[in-house]
C-alpha cells in the first residue's frame, strides 16, 4: 500500500494550492519544498525591487470567494515580500502545515507499474510511495549562471537574483556589475543604482518595457472589486492571458495613426504590459502591426533617456514587443541618467572572462566590487530535469524529452502514469496570469484524480497519440503568431544546447480551459485509464468522510462515547438509546404488528411491517450488531425507510443474541424465521432476505442454508456492509484499526469473541460464508458496502465470489460513508439513498 495518496513537489503558489484542492477531496498528501519556507519563486527570488508584473487583484487566488474578501492588497503591483505573506497567510487559513514539508528537496521520483505508485526520494534520504505524483515545481525555478570564464576567481561576492541573501546584500559604496536585463534585471537595477559607487550594466539583448504606474490600492476602488470579485474571477477565467483586458477589438493596422497613438498613450499613462499586448487584436499576429507598438516604446525610452547612444542601445530592435516578457517598470530607463550608471552592450562587445578584479569584455575591463547576475532560468522543464524522474520501464524524463518537452494538455506526458505537472509545457503556464492557470490545473488534477479514484482506476496516463496530436496544436497556434522570432526562454533560447521548442500554450487561457473540460467530461479523452479494482483497494485509498458522517463521529467524539469493545455488552445494549433519540421516527407504514414466529428453540419476536394492502413480495429482515447489540426497536426506522421505498412487507427478527446465545443460536432463529414467513406469510409472493452488517451476515448465511438444505426459494438477498468473514487481517480492518469510525477491529473482534467463542466454529460457512467452498446457485445480491467501515473488504470479497459462482450481484459502494449510516436515516442523507436503491432493488427483483 502506497504510504500517501499524493506527493507534491514544490510548495509555490502551485503546490500550496495542491495540497489544499487533494487534501479537501480526501486524499492524503504531502508536499516537499527545498526552500526553509513556502512560495517557491516568491520565497527564493527575494533580491531588491522584485514586484510581480501582474496586479495584485488578479494575481490571487480565487478559490477561496472568503479569502478574497478577507485579504487586502496594499499596492496596485505586490512587492516580493506581501506577495509571500499572502501565500503564507493562506496555508495559515486553510491548515496547510502538517502536509508541507519544508526543506526537503525530491531527487527522484520512480514508477512502479507493478505496484502503480511512486516512489519519491528526498534529499534527506527519506523515501516515500505515493499512488500519484504532482509536479508543482515550478517553470521559472531552476536558475541558470553562465559558464562564465574566471567566475570561480573572482575576488568579491557574486549573487544569482533567484538565490538572494535572506539578510539582504549592502552594495553602499560598491562598484557593482548587473548581468541581464530582462524583468528581473529591470527591477532590481534601479535599487542597486540608488546605494552604488557605480553600477554597470551588462546587456546583451535589449527589451521593451512599460511603465507599471504601481500606486497603493485605493480602499474605493478594493470595495468595488470585491463586491463583483466573482464575476471578475470569471472573466478572467475565460480570457486569452487570465487577466479581462479590455482591447479595442480592432486591428492596429486599420486604425488611423493619431487614434493608434491615442490608444498607446492612454495605456502607457494607466500601466501595465497586458492591456497594451491585449489593445488591438493584430499586435501579437502581424509584424507591421507589432512595430507600431514597438516604435512607440521605443520613442518613449528616446524620451526618457538623456543620451540619444544610450537611449539607442536600449531600444529593443532585433525581435516583436511581447515575444519576450514584456517587462514592467517606473524606473528603469530614467535610471540610465543617473551618473554611477554606465550601459555596457555585450552584445557587440562580448563578456570575454570574469578576472579576479572585475569583468573582461573583448574589448574593454570593468574593475568591480560585487557582481549580480540576472540571467534568468532553464524555464518550463529545468525544475523537472534536476529531478531523477523515472517512468514506465525507467525511462528517464530528460530522455523522453530530449529533444524537447511534450505532454498531453501540458499537464500529463505518456509513459508516467499518475504523474501530472502543473502548467507544464504545453499549457498556457507562463503566457498568462500564473495563478489563474494553476488553480485551473490543480482542480483539472484534483477532478482527474478523484475520477480514477471513485471509478477504481490505479493508472491514468496519456496517450502518445493524444500527446502527439497535442504538440502538434501548441506548435501550430504558436507559429501563427510573432511569439516564436524572438530567442527567448520561451523557446529554450537562453540555455546553450536546449533544443528550440516553443513550448507555452498560446491559445488562451479560457480556450485552453474549455478544451481540458471537454477531455474530462469525455472520461479523460486521450488518458488511458486502467481498471484495477483489485488494486485500488489494495492501495485502500483515502476518500473524505460524508459531512453528516462526520459530524455523527464528531458527537460521539464529544459525548465521549466509548469503543463498543471497552464496554460490557449491557452497556453498549443501552448505548442505542440515544441513537434512537438521534435518529427520531422512521417515515409512516400503512400498517406495523408485532408478532412471536415459532422457532425451534423457541418464540422467535419479530415486527412486520405492511406499507401496502397488496405488496409484490415479502422480504425477512436482520437487524445488525454484531450478533450481540441492537434489536427491532433499535432498527425501527431503517426497516420502515426500507418497507416504503421497496413497497414490500418486511418482517424485522429479533434474533437471539450473544453472549448468552453463542453461534448458532442467531443464524438458527435467522433461518428458522425465513422459513417460517415463507410458509405462513409469503404465500406464492417472492420472498427475499436483508440485513445490515452481523444482520447481512445473518441474510447472507440464510440464503447459504436455503440452498443447502432446499430451503425456500429466494429472489434476493440484500447484504449492507455484511460480516462475511472472521479474518480481520484485511487492509481495511487496518485502515481501521484503533481509529472510531463507528465500528473498528477491536469491536470487531469482541464481537466474534462473543458470537463464537470457539475459534474452531468460525469458520463454518454459516459463521463466516466467504469460506463456502461454492456460492453457486445462491439467490441474485445486492450488496452494499461504505469506504469507512473495517467491513469494506469483506463486503467486496463476497460480492467478487458471488461474481465468479456466476450469482448476478449489483454492488454499490458508498464512497464518503461509514460503517453504520445505513441505520441513520434522518441523519445521513444517503441512508434514505441506500433505503431507496435497497428498496429498488428488492422491488425489481419481486417484479421480475
Ligand atoms: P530572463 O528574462 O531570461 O532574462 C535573463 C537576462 O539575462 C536576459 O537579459 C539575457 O540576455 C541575460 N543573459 C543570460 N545569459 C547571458 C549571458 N551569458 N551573457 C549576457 N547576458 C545573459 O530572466 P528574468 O529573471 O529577467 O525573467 C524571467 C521571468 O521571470 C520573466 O519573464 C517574468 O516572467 C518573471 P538575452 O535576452 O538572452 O540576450
Not at 489563474?436 to 477532478?447: A, F, G, K, L, N
Not at 475459534?759 to 453457486?776: C, F, W
Request: hydrophobic share 40%; with cysteine; charged share 20%.
Amino acid at each position: 500500500m502506497a504510504d500517501l495518496d499524493v506527493v507534491v513537489v514544490g510548495a509555490g503558489f502551485a503546490g500550496i494550492y495542491a495540497v489544499h484542492a487533494l487534501r479537501s477531496a480526501g486524499l492524503t498528501v504531502r508536499a516537499f519544498e527545498a526552500g526553509s519556507g513556502i512560495g517557491g519563486t516568491w520565497f527564493w527570488n527575494c533580491y531588491p525591487g522584485a514586484r510581480c508584473d501582474v496586479e495584485s487583484k488578479d494575481y490571487s487566488y480565487s478559490f477561496s470567494p472568503e479569502l478574497e474578501q478577507e485579504w487586502s492588497w496594499s499596492e496596485r503591483y505586490p512587492a516580493q515580500p506581501e506577495v509571500l505573506r499572502y501565500l503564507n497567510h493562506v496555508a495559515d487559513r486553510f491548515g496547510l502545515w502538517p502536509d508541507i514539508q519544508l526543506n526537503t528537496r525530491v531527487t527522484a521520483a520512480i514508477w512502479d507499474g507493478e505496484a502503480s505508485q511512486w516512489t519519491v526520494r528526498t534529499d534527506d534520504g527519506a523515501e516515500r510511495t505515493a499512488r500519484f505524483c504532482v509536479m508543482a515545481a515550478g517553470c521559472l525555478s531552476a536558475y541558470q549562471v553562465p559558464a562564465f570564464r574566471g567566475l570561480e576567481s573572482f575576488r568579491g561576492p557574486w549573487y544569482h537574483t533567484s538565490r538572494w541573501p535572506r539578510e539582504g546584500v549592502d552594495f553602499t559604496g560598491l562598484q557593482v556589475g548587473l548581468v541581464g536585463t530582462g524583468s528581473t534585471g529591470i527591477q532590481v537595477a534601479p535599487e542597486i543604482a540608488e546605494v552604488a559607487q557605480h553600477l554597470y550594466v551588462f546587456q546583451r539583448t535589449a527589451n521593451f518595457a512599460v511603465p507599471n504606474r504601481n500606486a497603493p490600492v485605493d480602499p474605493n476602488v478594493e470595495r468595488a472589486l470585491k463586491a463583483g470579485y466573482r464575476q471578475y474571477r470569471e472573466q478572467a477565467r475565460a480570457s486569452m492571458l487570465g487577466v479581462p483586458v479590455e482591447g479595442t477589438g480592432r486591428p492596429a493596422l486599420a486604425e488611423p495613426a493619431a487614434e493608434l497613438q491615442r490608444t498607446y498613450m492612454e495605456r502607457w499613462q494607466a500601466g501595465g504590459g497586458m492591456p497594451f499586448l491585449g489593445a488591438y487584436t493584430d499586435v501579437l499576429v502581424d509584424r507591421a502591426a507589432n512595430d507600431t507598438v514597438a516604435e512607440f516604446i521605443r520613442d518613449r525610452i528616446r524620451e526618457t533617456v538623456r543620451d540619444p547612444a544610450v537611449a539607442e542601445l536600449l531600444c529593443p530592435t532585433t525581435y516583436p514587443v511581447g515575444a519576450k516578457r514584456l517587462c514592467q517598470s517606473d524606473d528603469y530607463f530614467a535610471m540610465y541618467n543617473r551618473p554611477n550608471v554606465t550601459l555596457v552592450d555585450v552584445r557587440s562587445d562580448p563578456i570575454a572572462e570574469v578576472t579576479p578584479e572585475g569583468l573582461r569584455t573583448a574589448d574593454g575591463f570593468y574593475a568591480l566590487d560585487a557582481l549580480v547576475f540576472a540571467t534568468g532560468f532553464d524555464a518550463m522543464t529545468g525544475a523537472l530535469a534536476r529531478i531523477d524522474i523515472r517512468g514506465a520501464d525507467g525511462l528517464p524524463l530528460t530522455e523522453k524529452w530530449a529533444a524537447g518537452p511534450r505532454a498531453y494538455l501540458g499537464v500529463a506526458t505518456a509513459g508516467f502514469p499518475n504523474m501530472f505537472i502543473v502548467t507544464g509545457p504545453g499549457s498556457p503556464s507562463v503566457l498568462s496570469n500564473m495563478v489563474v492557470s494553476i488553480e485551473q490545473h490543480v482542480e483539472w488534477i484534483r477532478d482527474c484524480v478523484e475520477y480514477a479514484v471513485s471509478h477504481g482506476y490505479s493508472q491514468v496516463e496519456a496517450t502518445s497519440e493524444a500527446e502527439k496530436a497535442w504538440g502538434e496544436h501548441v506548435i501550430e497556434v504558436a507559429y501563427s503568431t510573432l511569439f516564436p522570432m524572438a530567442d527567448s526562454w520561451y523557446v529554450g533560447a537562453n540555455i546553450p544546447g536546449k533544443p528550440r521548442v516553443f513550448s507555452p500554450y498560446i491559445g488562451g487561457v479560457g480556450t485552453y480551459r474549455a478544451r481540458c473540460d471537454e477531455v474530462a467530461s469525455a472520461g479523460y479523452e486521450g488518458f488511458v485509464l486502467t481498471v484495477s479494482l483489485a488494486d485500488c483497494r489494495r492501495l485502500a485509498v483515502s476518500v473524505s468522510v460524508n459531512p453528516q458522517a462526520q459530524q455523527v463521529l464528531d458527537g460521539r467524539a464529544e459525548a465521549g462515547v466509548p469503543p463498543t469493545w471497552e464496554q460490557t455488552p449491557e452497556e453498549a445494549r443501552a448505548g442505542f438509546a440515544p441513537v434512537r433519540e438521534m435518529i427520531g421516527p422512521g417515515p409512516d407504514v400503512a400498517s406495523v404488528r408485532d408478532i412471536v414466529i415459532p422457532g425451534t428453540a423457541g418464540g422467535i419476536p419479530a415486527r412486520v411491517y405492511s406499507p401496502v394492502a397488496n405488496p409484490p413480495g415479502t422480504v425477512v429482515y436482520y437487524h445488525g450488531g454484531g450478533w450481540v447489540l441492537g434489536s427491532v426497536d433499535d432498527w425501527d426506522a431503517c426497516v420502515r425507510a426500507l418497507a416504503v421505498a421497496s413497497g414490500c412487507d418486511v418482517v424485522s427478527v429479533d434474533y437471539r443474541l450473544a453472549p448468552e446465545h453463542v453461534f448458532p443460536a442467531a443464524t438458527d432463529d435467522a433461518y428458522d424465521a425465513l422459513v417460517w414467513v415463507a410458509a405462513e406469510m409469503a404465500g406464492d409472493r417472492p420472498l427475499a432476505v436483508a440485513g445490515d452488517s452481523a444482520g447481512g451476515n445473518l441474510a447472507a448465511v440464510s440464503a447459504l442454508r436455503a440452498r443447502d438444505s432446499g430451503g425456500p426459494a429466494l429472489a434476493l438477498q440484500v447484504l449492507i456492509y455484511p460480516v462475511t468473514d472472521h479474518d480481520l487481517d484485511r487492509e481495511s480492518y487496518r485502515k481501521y484499526d484503533g481509529r472510531e469510525f463507528i465500528l473498528n477491529k477491536g469491536d470487531m473482534a469482541w464481537f466474534w469473541d462473543h458470537y463464537a467463542p470457539d475459534p474452531a466454529a468460525r469458520s463454518n460457512p454459516y459463521a463466516s460464508p466467504l469460506r463456502a467452498t461454492d456460492l453457486s446457485g445462491l439467490p441474485p445480491a445486492f450488496v452494499l458496502t461504505a469506504e469507512h467501515d473495517p467491513l469494506r473488504d469483506e463486503g467486496y470479497a463476497y460480492a467478487d465470489r458471488l461474481r465468479a459462482a456466476k450469482v448476478p450481484v449489483e454492488h454499490r459502494h458508498y464512497g464518503s460513508q461509514i460503517h453504520g449510516f445505513f441505520t441513520l436515516v434522518n441523519v445521513i442523507d444517503d441512508a434514505d439513498k441506500a433505503a431507496a436503491e435497497s428498496g429498488a432493488a428488492i422491488r425489481a427483483a419481486m417484479e421480475g
